[in-house]
């Protein structure tokens, strides 16, 4: 399994996982669709659908022309109505139910975010394993067995939003919608510790602040805290997302 980056943060976030035999899972379509084309070469037929957690645009900006190209995409109830959308290959998702994209079996789950009914994603496929999807939520009440791989979001360092409060660079009510709606460097620290990563190969860190993050910073702190391989999720990037590590 390959997982590829378009792009992650609040300009727009959207992810590929791409399995040995071309299946493709679209995770998030905050980009343009002429964007996810061009990183699939222009060839659509393997794309086997696409999951989305909430209505915010840099999470569903390409949703309707994904629609329009014939491609199947999953979301809540809420989030359906917040878009605005009918379409019949908009499906709406319960959460706690396992439902299937192609080859690949997904779990949806409640997160913390202000928007209508927001979600996080637990993702298996045989070549990945069990991948732990989380972005835009404030914290995580949930504890998930068996992990291989997880995408989380360390979207700010709480020590540095404070100081930059406190010292009166970002407004107090911007600090505490940021606080009250992403999740910190601190509290992705704390999911990580509260899970059982023997088995986990990869830890992508995602939706990055520009202002409020440090990449070298975050990446090193959940390396020593974790010992796995650590990326950050820069536009671009390719990595291996396995099931095994070798």
């Known amino acids: 399994m390959q997982l590829h980056v378009l792009n992650s943060g609040s300009k727009g976030n959207c992810y ?15 980009v ?10 222009f060839n659509i037929t393997d794309v086997s659908g696409c999951i989305f957690t909430h209505e915010h645009k840099d999470h ?10 014939g491609i199947d995409c999953y979301t809540s109830k809420g989030t359906i109505d917040m878009c605005g959308i009918k379409h019949h290959r908009l499906h709406e998702v319960q959460k706690q139910k396992e439902f299937i994209v192609g080859s690949f079996k997904v779990i949806a789950f409640h997160v913390i975010h202000d928007c209508a009914e927001p979600l996080g994603f637990l993702i298996n496929h045989k070549e990945c394993g069990n991948v732990l999807f989380i972005t835009d939520s404030a914290y995580i009440n949930y504890k998930f067995p068996n992990l291989n791989n ?15 409060i406190y010292n ?7 600090g ?19 899970n059982d990563l023997k088995m986990v190969n990869n830890i992508l860190l995602i939706h990055l602040s520009y ?5 070298v910073l975050f990446k090193q702190e959940v390396s020593d805290l974790t010992g796995k391989i650590v990326n950050i999720a820069n536009k671009g990037l390719v990595i291996n997302f396995d099931k095994e590590p070798f």
């Open 168 to 174: 009166g660079n970002t407004l107090e009510f911007l």
């Open 16 to 30: 590929l996982l791409t399995s040995l035999t071309g299946e493709v899972l679209i995770i998030e379509c905050g």
């Open 32 to 41: 343009r669709f002429d964007t996810i084309k061009k990183a699939l070469n």
């Open 211 to 215: 202002s409020n993050s440090d990449e």
């Open 176 to 194: 505490v919608r940021i606080i009250n709606n992403h999740m910190s460097l601190e509290t992705c620290l704390d999911v990580l510790r509260n």
């Open 60 to 69: 569903s900006k390409g949703l309707r022309e994904l629609l329009m190209a």
């Open 150 to 164: 997880i995408i989380i979001e360390a979207n700010y360092s709480l020590r540095k939003l404070e100081d930059k």
